[in-house]
């Protein structure tokens, strides 16, 4: 429905009405509602008053202005009616993210687009990248119904995702629904499904269904005819599942289910971000020290992407920042990386071994940092002799 906006111009001595495809609607107002407006700088606006009679009334300029917006064939494109609400959101909501939470712009609008457009979201990456931190920051920033699940946790998939049988004496059989049937079942929810990747095959099974844009329905039994819950309006998805470099040789997720969602690949931080993102947490401990922290970690995400590389995979975000939070506590460099770094790389190999690799690395940093001597390869020897 659009109205008749009119705006009014000179001509010599006649006040001419115009509307926005240029047709001249002089003669149907009168002049001195024409003289009126064009003096208040106006737009005039057709109406139509108690019993059928028209008449023109004065309206902003931007009245006449907003029935020149292009109008654009829409048909056969799937936009919503506050399509242009939905395009702010997005594109603004880059203040939404946390501070402490280091994403790229891009990536992050990424994903809450893939949030408010309904999709399933699967953020990958290495694990302690911030991905579960991400997604529940989306969840956070959305102002919808949420809720959480960590399908890494679950032994009983089918107890989680649908729920239990129990018998009661006066009651007889009967069955209690799960958090997850309660969480599809609302409109508008955001579900976060954390650690898909290490979930049960059985709870992959068991999410097929539900996360199949053509299906949208969650089984209750595995008999076929058996009972339904369908996924609720607007109801949205977002999982993370462990995907870097190192989970290549354990179980990867079927195809099948990757297949039914949008995939948010998480950035590993590079030294800069993440030196970065410790100072801003730890801002009490020595810059140097995070300084090293942040390039130890990186030295080892560097050496693990190299196939001839050292070490099969790298410090973690997680590990940096847990790092970091000895230093605050008064720990050394050593310290820290002895309790949380070496633990999670293998020593067979001896002098080969990832670890001997590491505490090299480490020892480095600890040498530059506490003394004028210049790194050499004695001082590694002696460092691996004390602590292996
Ligand atoms: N990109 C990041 N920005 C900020 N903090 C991060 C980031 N990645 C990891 N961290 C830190 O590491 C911790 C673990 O991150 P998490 O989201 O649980 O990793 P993931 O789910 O990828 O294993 C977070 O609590 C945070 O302190
Ligand atoms: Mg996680």
Redo the contacts with the bound molecule.
């Keep these: 429905m659009t109205n008749t906006v009119v705006k009014i111009e000179m001509s010599g001595n006649r006040y001419n009405a115009w509307d926005f495809e240029g047709n001249k609607l002089t003669s149907d107002i009168s002049t001195s509602t024409r003289k009126s407006a064009f003096e208040a700088g106006m737009a005039l606006e057709k109406r139509e008053g108690k019993g059928g009679r028209t008449y023109w009334w004065k309206v902003p300029m931007s009245e006449f202005e907003a029935t020149a917006a292009p109008v654009i064939d829409l048909s056969g494109i799937d936009v919503p009616e506050d399509h242009a609400e939905m395009l702010n959101f997005i594109h603004s909501s880059y203040k939404l993210k946390p501070v402490?939470?280091?994403?790229k712009e891009l990536k992050w609008k990424y994903l809450v687009r893939g949030a408010v457009r309904g999709k399933n979201i699967l953020?990958t990456?290495?694990?302690?990248?911030?991905?579960?931190?991400?997604?529940?920051s989306v969840v956070n920033a959305l102002d919808r119904p949420d809720f959480y699940f960590n399908l890494g946790a679950t032994q009983d998939p089918r107890s989680t995702l649908i729920g239990n049988t129990h018998f009661d004496k006066k009651k007889g059989t009967y069955f209690s629904e799960s958090l997850f049937v309660t969480a599809i079942k609302t409109p508008n929810a955001v579900i976060l499904l954390?650690?898909l990747s290490r979930a049960h095959p059985d709870a992959w099974n068991i999410l097929m269904t539900v996360l199949d844009a053509g299906q949208r329905y969650l089984r209750l039994d595995e008999a076929d005819g058996s009972e339904t819950v369908p996924v609720a309006e607007g109801v949205t998805f977002v999982a993370?599942a462990?995907i870097g470099n190192e989970y290549t040789s354990t179980r990867v997720m079927d195809k099948a289910l990757m297949d039914r969602f949008t995939i948010v690949e998480?950035?590993v931080?590079n030294d800069e971000?993440e030196y970065g993102?410790l100072t801003y947490?730890f801002p009490h401990v020595d810059p140097e020290l995070l300084k090293s922290v942040s390039e130890i970690a990186n030295s080892t995400r560097v050496e693990s992407r190299n196939d001839s590389g050292r070490v099969s995979s790298g410090i973690?975000?997680?590990?940096?920042?847990?790092m970091a939070g000895l230093m605050y506590d008064g720990f050394g460099l050593d310290e820290a990386a002895e309790v949380t770094v070496y633990p999670q790389y293998s020593e067979d190999g001896g002098m080969e071994s990832e670890r001997t690799y590491i505490k090299q690395l480490v020892q480095k940093f600890i040498s530059d940092g506490s003394s004028d001597d210049l790194f050499n390869e004695n001082e590694i020897e002696n460092a691996n002799g004390e602590t292996s």
């Design positions: 402490g939470l280091v994403m953020m990456g290495p694990a302690g990248c911030g991905k579960t931190m991400a997604a529940k954390d650690e993370t462990n998480m950035d931080l971000e993102l947490m973690s975000t997680r590990t940096s920042v847990e």
